[in-house]
């Protein structure tokens, strides 16, 4: 993972900010890995203030999860990291029975194509779950409230025919982009076909693989 720069993600939170990094450095003699910033700020902060983090990680085609404790910052090579110790134990799963794939933009270029009213807009899908439970971001000014039904989105992938799903908005935050600009996150319940939505985990997952 450390000499091939793979994404490296972490829910925090109970699911509002997805932290992306990647493995600075690992050293069994210290017991001890570094991970780059995030380039989201908050991101940062909040792993920063946990005990213990679950992260996840895509490589080689297959997706690994494993627990890392005593986060706290450091300086890496003049630049600000984070260094936690090496986790005992790793857990390799087949794709088809992750729990979780988060999606760091650019590599998968994910758009969810959204009418709501006379409203319309793209979002871009930034994590999904077979379980149905996905996240969205768009403009921040564009409101939308818990609890809003959106009927007839659809996402849409270069490689594959779009899909057409229902959200229910579930939570909704403010995030800052990684230029700096303010977005908003949407939480949501994905319905749709199963199969659709396990052809998307499996496509996420050979791109996040890839």
Same mark, same amino acid.
């Given at each position: 993972m450390h000499a091939d720069g793979d994404a490296v993600t972490a829910s925090i939170e109970s699911g509002e900010v997805l932290f992306v990094s990647r493995l600075l450095q690992v050293d069994p003699a210290q017991n001890a890995m570094a991970l780059?910033?995030?380039?989201?700020?908050?991101?940062?902060?909040?792993?920063?203030?946990?005990?213990?983090?679950?992260?996840?990680?895509n490589h080689r085609g297959v997706h690994y999860e494993f627990t890392?404790?005593?986060?706290?910052?450091?300086?890496?090579?003049g630049t600000p990291a984070i260094r936690l110790a090496l986790p005992p134990a790793m857990l390799a799963l087949q794709r088809r029975t992750q729990a979780r794939t988060p999606v760091p933009p650019p590599r998968v270029p994910?758009?969810?194509?959204?009418?709501?009213?006379?409203?319309?807009?793209? #979002? /871009?899908?930034? +994590? *999904?779950?077979?379980?149905?439970?996905?996240?969205?971001v768009y403009e921040a000014s564009i409101r939308i409230d818990p609890g809003t039904r959106i009927e007839r989105a659809r996402i849409l992938h270069p490689q594959r025919a779009p899909v057409?799903?229902?959200?229910?908005?579930?939570?909704?935050?403010?995030?800052?982009?990684?230029?700096?600009?303010?977005?908003?996150?949407?939480?949501?319940?994905?319905? #749709? /076909?199963?199969? +659709? *939505?396990?052809?998307l985990i499996r496509l996420f997952?050979?791109?996040?693989g890839a």
């Open positions: 780059a910033f995030s380039e989201e700020k908050h991101a940062n902060s909040a792993l920063l203030a946990e005990r213990a983090v679950t992260f996840r990680c890392a404790g005593n986060p706290h910052e450091i300086q890496h090579a994910l758009r969810c194509e959204i009418s709501l009213g006379a409203l319309s807009f793209d #979002a /871009a899908v930034v +994590d *999904i779950s077979p379980s149905g439970m996905g996240a969205v057409t799903v229902d959200l229910e908005v579930r939570h909704v935050s403010r995030i800052l982009l990684p230029d700096g600009r303010p977005a908003q996150r949407a939480g949501c319940r994905l319905f #749709a /076909a199963a199969g +659709d *939505i396990e052809d997952l050979t791109e996040l």
